[in-house]
């Protein structure tokens, strides 16, 4: 049986299989969204929070396949409808602007991937899906209409908090940090973006020279003169070991 439910509706869908089928491993059931190809079966009688459903759009011949991921959590129902089993369904990852201010809208890639642009305004959330299912999973981001080149890649698969960092293109000394804060609630990924009041690092010259600070594998430097700091990030945070 296949039954069309719209995501952009909180009002919950009745549904129940229409065969009665032994299968040791439960009722079985896939999703699709759109047009994309089904996703792996899984068990709507096991309870869950943070079960994850990668999907694979439609292919097409010389273009690269978006991937979806969808998080389900899976609860029995309330009091006396205990038997019911609640199924939500919600995006896997969830981007939020929470900078103020004129000029504070990002733009977020797949890090390598431009063509699935996002562009995400002060105080506003959206969804996250994949472009290419075969890239890296790994996000870069940049302020709009601004003269500052994209931020490395960095992953949003795993909870944390840290800067990243975006270089002028004119003049790449010229430094422009932003705080990422990645969180989870039940199973959506929550990465949220606002000013950066503590660099993750401060280094402090204290010799008699000048000196140079580059990230190992990075090509760009810092200078710092002598009786000098620098607040600090990595150019690259996905690149292992970070020395």
């Not at 939500?88 to 642009?117: C, D, K």
């Not at 990422?180 to 609630?185: A, F, L, N, Q, T």
Request: proline content about 6%.
């Amino acid at each position: 049986m296949v039954s069309d439910i719209s995501f952009f509706s909180s009002k919950p869908f009745l549904f129940t299989f229409n065969t009665i089928k032994i299968d040791p491993r439960g009722d079985l059931t896939g999703v699709k969204v759109a047009n994309s190809e089904w996703s792996d079966q899984f068990n709507l009688d096991k309870e869950t929070s943070n079960l994850v459903l990668a999907i694979d759009d439609t292919e097409e011949p010389g273009k690269p396949t978006v991937q979806f991921e969808l998080g389900v959590s899976i609860t029995s129902g309330p009091n006396q409808f205990w038997r019911t089993k609640m199924v939500t369904w919600t995006p896997r990852y969830v981007l939020r602007n929470q900078l103020s201010g004129e000029n504070s809208a990002l733009m977020v890639i797949q890090t390598g991937h431009p063509f699935g642009m996002v562009r995400l305004r002060a105080a506003e959330n959206i969804p996250f899906h994949w472009p290419d299912k075969d890239g890296q999973r790994l996000i870069s981001v940049r302020m709009d209409n601004s003269t500052y080149d994209w931020s490395g890649g960095f992953s949003i698969g795993e909870i944390g908090n840290f800067c990243v960092k975006m270089r002028q293109s004119s003049d790449p000394s010229k430094v422009l940090m932003l705080r990422v804060r990645i969180k989870m609630e039940k199973a959506t990924i929550f990465v949220s973006f606002s000013q950066n009041e503590f660099p993750d690092y401060q280094i402090i010259n204290r010799t008699r020279f000048p000196i140079l600070i580059q990230q190992t594998g990075c090509n760009l430097s810092d200078r710092i003169e002598r009786d000098e700091s620098l607040p600090y990030t990595w150019d690259q945070p996905a690149l292992i070991p970070r020395t």
